[in-house]
């Protein structure tokens, strides 16, 4: 394999707020007999309720557990736990690093397109988040961190769903998809999912997300009033349709090449003017003349991209991107992704 990424370790970043029930997911990666070996980065040991009993030997700050994986607490930097974990290569597949159930998970991601180092052994997989069907709706009024949280997510477990009505659930659900409509979405009760849902997503391989075009997103802004459909269909028709006013969601397509002397230069010119607005940036790209498919993704306004796998033959080239973010200016957005094009478009 050829692909520049492919060689570099996954890091899923975990997140979600307080008692959303982050902590049992973790238990189960450090204790399942699930076949893989991971690194496991949390913010503070004792806290997180990991079971002593699956520890097996303690080296500083790294715990090895019965089931292969090893956990470490970031109570410095995380670039330094990092390039520590490197040198043990070869002794886990995967990195998860927890972050702290009040934090922005950008920082964290970001450091996965800062540090030289880092940059060059691992990459980014998938940001998940895990959310409390019952206090979501309340947490995304009072806490903008929890909003973020879900923004920035790649996967989504709605956990303790157990514990709301059907409707309350819908509801949720809206709310959610308003923020965010391209995450993946499970409903959990104990985070009972299988581990490969959430770890080694491959998420910035980009195929899956752009090709779930979420069904609401077309859906016209008047409200619908035949009920006859209540059950959740597909992409959840029968949902109330939210918009969250202040987080929008953008995806635009080009069919065929863009020209990539006019599209990285506007690209980085939007991040640095957007940056801050822009919680999430990803695309999929067919350069003009260039036989690989171009793969970009940014947090706030900081951008990582490479060439990845060929175009297969026979498979459309075209190019697709998305901006996840706070008060974006979506005709603007888009004019200056379709100047990029090699062909005019439609």
Excluded at 25 to 51: P, T
Excluded at 100 to 118: E, H, I, K, N, S
């Amino acid at each position: 394999m050829t692909e520049s990424t492919s060689d570099k370790i996954p890091v899923t970043v975990l997140t979600g707020y307080l008692g959303a029930g982050k902590t049992t997911l973790l238990n189960r990666i450090l204790s399942e007999d699930h076949g893989h070996k991971f690194a496991v980065i949390v913010n503070e040991f004792g806290e997180i309720g990991i079971d002593n009993d699956l520890v097996v030997g303690a080296d500083e700050e790294v715990f090895e557990m019965n089931n292969g994986c090893i956990c470490c607490t970031v109570r410095g930097d995380l670039i330094r736990i990092m390039e520590g974990l490197m040198k043990r290569r070869g002794k886990f597949d995967a990195i998860i690093v927890e972050t702290t159930g009040l934090a922005d998970p950008a920082p964290v991601a970001q450091t996965f397109f800062v540090d030289q180092d880092v940059q060059e052994q691992a990459r980014l997989d998938a940001v998940v988040t895990v959310a409390d069907a019952k206090w979501l709706s309340d947490r995304l009024r009072d806490a903008p961190e929890a909003k973020n949280q879900i923004a920035f997510a790649d996967v989504i477990l709605l956990n303790k769903i157990d514990l709301v009505t059907p409707e309350e659930l819908r509801e949720v659900e809206a709310r959610i998809r308003a923020i965010n409509p391209y995450a993946v979405l499970h409903k959990t009760n104990r985070c009972e999912v299988p581990l490969s849902a959430v770890l080694g997503r491959n998420a910035f391989d980009l195929d899956r997300i752009l090709e779930v075009e979420p069904a609401f997103l077309e859906v016209d802004d008047h409200d619908h009033h035949d009920h006859s459909h209540g059950h959740d269909h597909d992409h959840g028709h029968g949902l109330k349709h939210y918009h969250d006013e202040e987080m929008q969601s953008v995806a635009f397509q080009i069919d065929g090449d863009v020209d990539p002397h006019r599209f990285m230069p506007w690209i980085n010119l939007i991040t640095q003017k957007e940056g801050p607005n822009i919680l999430r940036s990803k695309g999929i790209l067919s350069f003009k003349d260039e036989p690989k498919r171009f793969v970009f993704q940014g947090v706030h306004m900081i951008l990582d991209g490479d060439l990845q796998r060929d175009w297969k033959p026979g498979e459309k080239r075209q190019c697709k991107i998305v901006f996840i973010g706070r008060n974006l200016n979506e005709e603007s957005l888009r004019s200056g992704f379709m100047a990029c094009a090699v062909e005019p478009q439609h």
